[in-house]
């Protein structure tokens, strides 16, 4: 389906527009002192856009669910003293009255509210002719659909200053990552929605701030558009998020490392030298493509066998043994396990299916 959008350019003035646009500030606002002590120091390392949650979605109850409206005050202290942009978390209408109230400049819908339409649609109509920039987390599922859809429903209540916030997708048991990164998502949202900003969010990715530098410059490396960083004056006291945040100087560290790659292709001899690599991978890819055919025709084969002398499709000691030796050998290679175990899922799963025809013939 088509993706339609009535977009603004997601710029604003008084911040520096050049990539990458970046939003920092705290997982929570806790204390007045607090809020003020961490943007007056963001300031001071040249960040415009203060964020902080004043309703924390929490995944469990009877924890700090944040401070609530008695936060917002302090947002506008950021604002009027401190000449900074605001941006904080919305999940239903009441929210958004209140941070409109005390005139918030950025909105942003958390990762689980945008699993749910219910409470998208919620916030688009209680933001239905207002003219104010929202950014969208993804969903919590790494489902582009429902991203999307936010998108539309918040388009459609008016809102045409927007960007997404690529923080990571939940995942069942233990991973590198608090949120997994699957990048091939935020990628496909640009490849749909060309014009729409992207900001990748490397606090909620990594949940540890020594991962954050290497997911902010990946990001940097796909030409995303931003980031949107968790800083606290004093990180390991947070109330919330404390092992991922970073004081402001940090951050500054963080920020000034990154290298910023050219997006485009600038003269003839770096075109002819990428020409050439690509055709090579043309090439393999070919190639892959012949072997996964033949590979497929020999599974065929072997279903038909199985047919004749009645054999169930799976034999669970052969896929196992396959799986380990194989995955073995890729590693040898120079290939990740991740990489290699993804594949030969992905094979397997075709070669039953070839299977399972043949048994239905
Ligand atoms: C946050 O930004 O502090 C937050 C709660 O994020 P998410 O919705 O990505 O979990
Ligand atoms: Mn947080």
């Not at 506008?76 to 605001?86: A, F, N, P």
């Not at 009441?94 to 990762?111: Q, R």
């Not at 410059?217 to 006291?237: R, T, V, W, Y």
């Amino acid at each position: 389906m088509g993706v339609k959008l009535d977009l603004e350019k997601f710029e604003f003035s008084g911040v520096d527009n050049k990539r990458p646009l970046v939003m920092a500030g705290p997982c929570s606002a806790e204390t007045e002192e607090q809020v003020m002590e961490t943007a007056r120091q963001l300031k001071e390392i040249g960040i415009h856009i203060f964020r902080a949650g004043i309703w924390k979605p929490r995944t469990r109850p009877n924890t700090f669910e944040g401070v609530g409206k008695e936060g917002l005050p302090w947002l506008k202290r950021v604002q009027s003293e401190l000449g900074m942009l605001t941006a904080t978390e919305v999940a239903n209408a009441s929210h958004v009255f209140e941070a409109l109230k005390y005139h918030v400049d950025i909105l942003w819908i958390g990762a689980r509210t945008t699993a749910n339409p219910f409470a998208v649609q919620e916030i688009a109509d209680a933001l239905e002719g207002v003219d104010i920039p929202v950014l969208i987390k993804n969903p919590v599922n790494p489902d582009v659909e429902l991203w999307i859809g936010a998108f539309e429903r918040l388009n459609q209540a008016g809102i045409k200053k927007m960007a997404a916030i690529h923080r990571g997708f939940s995942t069942y048991g233990k991973s590198f990552y608090r949120n997994d990164p699957q990048w091939q998502i935020p990628i496909e949202l640009k490849r749909r929605i060309p014009n729409l900003p992207m900001i990748t969010d490397p606090s909620h990715i990594c949940g540890n701030r020594e991962l954050l530098f290497e997911i902010s410059q990946e990001a940097m490396d796909l030409n995303f558009d931003g980031l949107i960083i968790e800083s606290h004056i004093c990180p390991d006291k947070a109330i919330s998020d404390a092992s991922q945040q970073l004081t402001p100087y940090a951050l500054k560290e963080l920020l000034d490392k990154l290298v910023l790659r050219k997006p485009n292709i600038e003269n003839s001899i770096m075109m002819h030298t990428l020409e050439d690599l690509r055709q090579e991978i043309d090439k393999y890819d070919d190639k892959l493509l012949d072997i996964l055919a033949a590979r497929m025709n020999v599974a065929e084969k072997i279903g038909r066998y199985k047919k004749e002398n009645n054999l169930t499709i799976l034999q669970s000691g052969r896929w196992d043994e396959l799986l380990r030796e194989r995955s073995e050998k890729g590693v040898k290679k120079g290939l990740s396990e991740d990489f290699i175990l993804k594949v030969l899922r992905a094979i397997h799963q075709e070669s039953i299916n070839r299977q399972t025809k043949v048994m239905n013939e």
